[in-house]
């Protein structure tokens, strides 16, 4: 069987009990608490009102009150001849003990002047991000944080203070050097410099160019405009997309090849995802509307307990928790919003938390030993954050390379599901991919074995030995791309002219792509999660900058 897509896993691996379906209820809170919402209520108080008492008036309990009319009339008469100092300091104390209230309310985040809160015509409006710190959501199951954040070290163990302050970069250089900072001269592709990828998504000229310059067309960005405007218009008013997309109020089942997987934050995540590859954000940009009221769904969907929140729902399970975690992440990265900054930082720490201690990786649910599919998302959340100059403590990424070693086969050409299986094209991608993460050079041995193999397997299409596994397609697209060179222009050519050609133009689903053939995410994810896998890949040349400065030529013959 093909590896698990994001948030469409509907069953274990064969030998494997099934408990991928259902997330493991948590242990309760210390003292019976229950995990706080993302948004603390803070609507603001109501002064105490003292009514009248009257002659016979009764308390709420149904007794009489505690004070006769005489004693209130004496009351009343000594507070009228006080004398005007004594008034004056009781009225200031008074204040100044509102005030110290008040500042005490603890905020998850502070509202932002600048989101646009307008909404989709005919829309439900619902709160906006500014807003949102007024409402309390009601969940039905308590989290799995009580024992994320009672044993083992904790996350503000590795965690300093966030700056505010984002380095800047002159964009038009960073595109004539090849690469930014630390993401070049095939270094490890961590330092801070790489943040400044997803600022060279806002600049039209810039982009243009690395279209130009990484193999893209006009014909090939035609085809990522008509997936958002597809994505759009299949965008419910809570700002939600959900994976049965026939059911959005501008569908109305015009579409077919709808997805079955529950999970909304999933599906949410992947439709906006696209949008932010190509630099539009909820501030600029056609689709800034739509972009808004998704981020908003995502932020009133998190569920906090101190400074870890969770993106973790049923069905969604950690596939959900890493997607929503790269919106955030993207979204605060390109926008330097502060509204942003503590959710997109919340849901980096309960990645941090969530983590297998033991062997590094990251499954179904927090603490479970990892699989390679799960870990690819929570890995590309840690790339995303890196680049939004968040805190990733670094042994976390450690561990997660622990991980790698315990799935890889080949010395680390190839990599398997939960362990080395040399069979499995999409995990081998996955592996790969996360090595050049985590640091590995162009010319690791072993770096260009597997991007060999990937070439041979080419890219999985409806005439392919692997059919139509847009997952597989996702990650390796990724590999070949920062690798570069022969390989990246022999394997770009095939993906860059199946996607174009394979995208719907019919009716309603103009813009969309669906593909039945070995990918998971074809029948659970539906229309949905294809368009949105196939419209990143398209996105490639602009998403990520290349690892690599130079251009590859190592490992192919007659170009050593």
Not at 145 to 167: H, K, M, N, R, Y
Not at 313 to 330: A, D, F, K, P, T
């Amino acid at each position: 069987m093909t590896e698990s897509s994001p948030a469409v896993e509907t069953a274990d691996r064969a030998g494997e009990p099934a408990t991928s379906q259902v997330a493991a209820v948590p242990p309760p809170l210390p003292n019976g608490q229950r995990a706080p919402s993302a948004r603390i209520a803070t609507d603001t108080p109501r002064p105490f009102v003292v009514s009248e008492s009257k002659p016979g008036a009764t308390t709420a309990a149904g007794g009489p009150s505690l004070e006769q009319p005489d004693e209130q009339a004496q009351r009343s008469e000594l507070w009228l001849h006080a004398p005007s100092w004594l008034t004056s300091m009781v009225a200031h104390l008074s204040l100044v003990l509102l005030l110290a209230l008040l500042s005490n309310v603890q905020r998850v985040y502070e509202p932002s002047r600048d989101v646009d809160v307008s909404a989709q015509q005919g829309a439900d409006n619902g709160a906006g991000l500014e807003e949102l710190q007024g409402e309390v959501m009601q969940v039905s199951e308590p989290l799995p944080l009580s024992d994320l954040t009672q044993s083992g070290p904790q996350v503000t163990d590795f965690l300093g203070p966030i700056s505010a302050e984002l380095p800047k970069v002159d964009l038009a250089a960073s595109i004539a050097g090849g690469g930014i900072g630390g993401e070049g001269a095939g270094g490890a592709g961590t330092g801070d410099a790489i943040g400044n990828s997803l600022e060279m998504r806002l600049n039209n000229n810039n982009r243009a160019e690395l279209v130009r310059r990484g193999g893209g067309t006009p014909q090939s960005e035609y085809a990522v405009e008509q997936a958002l405007h597809w994505l759009a218009e299949h965008q419910n008013y809570d700002g939600s997309w959900t994976f049965e997309h026939q059911k959005s109020p501008k569908c109305h089942g015009s579409c077919r090849d709808p997805g079955y997987a529950p999970g909304k934050i999933a599906a949410t995540s992947l439709g906006l995802l696209p949008f932010l590859g190509t630099g539009q954000t909820h501030r600029e940009g056609h689709y800034k509307k739509t972009i808004d009221l998704g981020l908003r769904f995502l932020v009133r969907s998190m569920q906090m307990q101190g400074n870890v929140g969770s993106l973790h729902e049923l069905g969604g399970q950690m596939y959900g928790h890493g997607l929503g975690s790269i919106v955030l992440c993207e979204a605060y990265g390109m926008t330097h919003d502060q509204t942003l900054q503590v959710p997109a930082q919340a849901a980096v720490n309960y990645i941090v938390a969530a983590q297998d201690n033991a062997g590094g990786g990251w499954r179904y649910v927090p603490g479970q030993p990892g699989d390679t599919s799960v870990v690819g998302w929570q890995m590309m959340a840690l790339r995303s954050a890196k680049m939004a100059y968040l805190r990733v403590p670094p042994v976390t990424l450690q561990k997660a390379g622990y991980f790698l070693d315990s799935v890889q086969g080949d010395k680390g050409a190839t990599y398997g599901y939960t362990g080395p299986d040399a069979k499995r094209p999409a995990t081998t991608a996955i592996g790969l991919l996360c090595r050049m993460y985590l640091g590995w050079k162009q010319d690791q041995p072993a770096l260009v074995r597997g991007v060999h193999i990937l070439s041979q397997i080419g890219p999985s299409t409806d005439k392919s030995s692997i059919k139509n596994n847009m997952y597989y397609n996702y990650y390796a697209t990724q590999v070949m791309h920062h690798f570069g060179g022969y390989y990246w222009e022999q394997w770009n050519r095939v993906m860059r002219e199946y996607l174009i050609h394979s995208q719907s133009k019919r009716g309603h689903e103009t813009g969309s792509w669906f593909f039945e053939g070995e990918d998971h995410g074809g029948p659970a994810g539906g229309r949905l999660y294809c368009t949105a896998m196939a419209a990143m890949t398209l996105e490639v040349y602009y998403r990520y900058m290349p690892l690599y400065r130079e251009e590859s030529t190592k490992g192919v013959p007659g170009r050593d």
